[in-house]
DNA sequence: ATGAAAGCGCTAACAT
DNA sequence: ATGTTAGCGCTTTCAT
C-alpha cells in the first residue's frame, strides 16, 4: 500500500498538518529543520501526494477536459482535430496542466453526458466544433464551469474562439470569379457545425453578390470527409450540366472530391477548379496541390486553452476571438475551359 | 454549490447509504418506490455524482493515461502519435473509459513525473515509445501500477505491444537487393528508442548477410523527423562517393531524404531509392509515392487499450505481443542505376 | 510553533 | 429494509 501523509506524521511523531505544511511549503511554516525531516522521511516511504484526495478539497485537477465533436470510431484521424489537439496540448504543457479526452461525447444521451463532464475530473472545458443547439452545453453553462467554445455557435453565455469564415469564404469565392468562373458549386460539411453552415451560407450570398450562379443540385453534403467529398461530387457530377468550380468546406471534402472527379475522366483544374479550407498538411502534397484558406488551428487553440486557464485560475475573464485566415492558391483552380 | 447525496437523503429523510444504493443500484437492494423517489428527487436537485470522491474510495477512475515518449511542443503532429492515440481513443470510447495525456514527460525529472503519474487520476497507463531504460517506468513497475509498453525494450516486468522490426527492415532490404542494389545507406530515429536501435541494428545486419555494403558515413541521425531527414541526406550527399539505396527508419525521415536528394538534383527512384517505415498517410500521396513498411499501429494501440483494461478489471493478465508488418512497394524504389 | 479535528462527497461495513 | 458511522487522503480552521 502506498504511504500518506499520515504514516509520515506517525513516524515522526508530529500531526498531520505539520506534515501537510511541510509538503506544501505553506501556507503555515514550518521550521527547515522540521521540514527537512519531513522530505527525508517522505523520500524514505516512497510517499507520493493523492492528487484525487487533495481535489476533493481543493476543487482543482490541474487537467482541462477537451470534448470533440461527436463520438465514433477513427476521430482523432481528423487532421482538424489533431491540430487543434495539438495547440491544446502544447498550451497545457506549458501551463503545467495535463489534458482528459472525452471518448463518449454521445449526443443522444444528454444527461449522462454532463455527468461525465461534470464528474469533477477537470478544472475546465474546451469543446471543439460542437454540434448546433447541444443541450450539453446549456448544463455547462449552468454550472458555471469555466469552458471555452473553439468554432461553435455564436452564444452569450460562452465564451467563443472562431475563424472568420467570412472573409475566407469570400476570398475563395473572388478568386475563382477573378479566374473567369461564373457558375459555382459547394459540398458541405455536417450542417450541425457552425463551420459547416458559415461557409455554406457565406457562399451562397458571395456568389450572388458577384452575379454568379448555383444551384440546388450543385450544393451537395460531404460530411466534412474523403468519402463524403467523393459522394457529393458524383452527385453533382449527375447534373445534366455542371458547374466549372467547387468550393468544398474543407481540405478532405476537396480531396475526395478531386478523387471522384478524376474517376470520371475530369481533369482538375483543367475540366473543373476545385478549392477547399483548412490548409491541412496534405493539401500542399497532393497532387495537385490544393488552393485552399489557411485557419491557425493550432494557435486558435493554444490561445483558447491560455483563456481558459486564466478562467480558471481566475486571472481573467477572456472575451470571444475570431481569427483571420489567409487565401493560398495552388494548383487545384485555373480559368475555366470556355475562357481558354 | 452542487447538490450532494446528503441533499438528496435531508430532503426525503432517509439515509446516505440508501440514496447511495439507490443511485448505484445496488450493491444493497433498495425498494422500487423508494429507489425512484430518490432518482426524481436525484433530478430535481440536479444531482451529479462527484467520480473524485467516489474514486477516492474505489481506487478507480475509469480513465487511462497516455505517456509519450518525450515532452516538447507539437508532439501530437506526429503521426505515429496521432495514429497510437487514435487506437487507445477507438478502444477507450468502447469500454467506457476517457484518455489522460500527460503534457509533462520530462525525463530529465523523474520524480516529478512518477508523481504526476501516478497521482490517482488514472487506473492503468500506456507508454507510447518510451526511451531506453527510462527510470519512470522502474517506478511504475514499482508500484504495482497497470500499464502496457507501447515500442518499448524489452523488460521481463512490463507487458510489451510491439512491431516486429526484424521482419519489416528484412523485407525492405531485401526488396532493395533483389533490385540490385549493393550499396546502402541508413538514416536513423532517435537512438533512445527500441524502433530506432532495432531498425537500425537489423539494417546492418541483413545488408551484412547478403553480402552489401554500408559505411558509416552513409548512417545518419535522422531523428525521426522531416527536417532529421533532410539534414542526414545532406550529410550522406557529402560522401565522396553515395549509396544507391536508402532505408530511413521512418516515413517522416524519408520525406525529408527525399526533399534533400532533389534538391541537390538527384532524381528519386532513378538515381537514388529511397524506402521509409510506419506506412503514414503522407507516404502513399507524396510524389513520388514512398515504398514502406506498414505497421498496424492503430490496431497496436487498441488491443494495448484493450488488454490494459483487462488488467484493470483483473480479467485476466495478458502477455506481450509483437506485430507483424507488411512491405509495401511503391515509386521511391527502383533498380539502381548503374544496372540499366 | 504545532496539534486536534472537521470535513470534501462518497462507499460500505456494521448495526438494528 | 434501512440507519449510523467509519473512513478514503488530504487541507485548513480552530485551539493551545
Redo the contacts with the bound molecule.
Sequence with gaps: ??S???DI?RKL?????????A??NG?????DE?KQRVLDTAKELQ????R???S???RRTYTIGIVPSEAGTDIVLSPYLQNALNGVVNAAEELHYDVLFFTRYDQSRTREMSDVLLDGRVDGLIFLAPPQHAPVLDIIVDHKVPHIVIAGEQRPTSIQYSVDNESGVRAVVEHLFELGHRRFGHIHGRMQMEDAIERHDYFCKFVKDLGGEYRDAWIQPGNFTMEGGEEGMNRILQSPDIPSAIFCANDEIAIGAIRSARRKGLDVPADLSIAGFDNVPLSSVMFPAITTVRQPVDRIASLATQALVAMIEGDSQPSSKVFETELIVRDSTSRPKEDR
Tied chains: 1, 2.
Design positions: 500500500m502506498a500518506t501523509i499520515k506524521a511523531n508530529i500531526s498531520v498538518s505539520t506534515v501537510s505544511y509538503l506544501n501556507p503555515r511554516s514550518v521550521p522540521v510517499y507520493r501526494p493523492n484525487v484526495a487533495r476533493l478539497i481543493t
